[in-house]
């Protein structure tokens, strides 16, 4: 055996080679971690644009920053309805809070009608100026569908009831089916919806067929997915959930009685 092929040699050559390869698979991490927070940041304003009504899946990343500047992210304290100026909206993210046991809570098993278990402390709202003040609210919700969590973001008009839009950004429901969540033509169906009763309760609900037009009622409710009923009601659950009052629904009343904060 030569002196270039010794134990001792090739194994300083796959040594030399690992160190190589882990300082470049390291750097590429790096480097492209960055542009991956850009990316996810970038993508969650487009989907709170979508649910607005105002972006389209396919604008521009100019575009999207163009439109977000009418946006004030605001952070809401669950247990008062009140505005926390202590957190920093900028970098709170309500997915990581749900999951972190120092930053959540535990929710009534009679009230989770999102069957989530457990919530973040604090939400963060989207505010959405207009010329003449707030245009919009677009609001976080989640919930269990059949197969995943759904997640998703809901907008309401500045009367804090009518829902101007609703878009869903992850979930596992089969596609065809449950997936059809994600059609345009049934999402529009919630535009114009009333969402919030005379006491300010939620009162949506997505039935089981087609909703008769005129038929009392008709305006808080929308036509189920057609053979996806358990994705269909826990899309119902999940938005009442969101807009009751163990969420949005004790903010939501400041907001009409004081205006936008």
């Known amino acids: 055996m030569s002196d270039n092929e010794s134990p001792r040699r090739i194994f300083a050559v796959v040594i030399v080679v690992s160190l190589i390869c882990s300082l470049l698979v390291a750097g590429a991490t790096i480097l492209l971690r960055e542009k991956q927070q850009r990316n996810k940041q970038l993508e969650r304003k487009r989907n709170v644009l979508v649910a607005a009504g105002i972006a389209t899946p396919k604008m521009s990343e100019t575009e999207i920053e163009a439109g977000f500047a009418r946006v004030r992210p605001v952070i809401v304290d669950f247990t008062t309805g009140k505005v926390d100026t202590s957190v920093d909206a900028a970098r709170y993210d309500m997915q990581r809070a749900a999951k972190d046991p120092d930053t959540s809570i535990a929710i ?38 059949l197969w995943s969590t759904i997640y998703g973001y809901i907008s309401l008009q500045n009367d804090g009831k009518t829902v101007s839009g609703l878009t869903f950004y ?14 345009p033509a049934w999402r529009r169906q919630w535009q114009g919806k009333i969402a919030l009763g005379a006491a300010g309760e939620p009162v949506l609900q997505v039935m ?31 938005v009442n959930f969101w807009l009751g009052e163990a969420a949005y629904g004790k903010f939501i009343p400041l907001v009409l009685r004081e205006g936008a904060p």
């Open 108 to 145: 009534d098993p009679a009230k989770d009608t999102a069957l989530l278990h457990r919530m973040p402390r604090h939400g963060i709202v989207y505010v959405l100026a207009g010329e003449k003040g707030t245009e919009k609210l677009i609001l976080p919700i989640s919930g269990l569908g």
């Open 170 to 183: 992850q979930h596992g429901e089969t596609p065809g089916l449950g997936g059809e969540i994600d059609n």
């Open 208 to 238: 089981r067929g087609k909703v008769l037009a005129g038929s009392a009622g008709s305006e808080h409710q929308v036509d189920g997915v057609s053979g996806a009923t358990i994705t269909s009601r826990a899309v119902g659950n999940m």
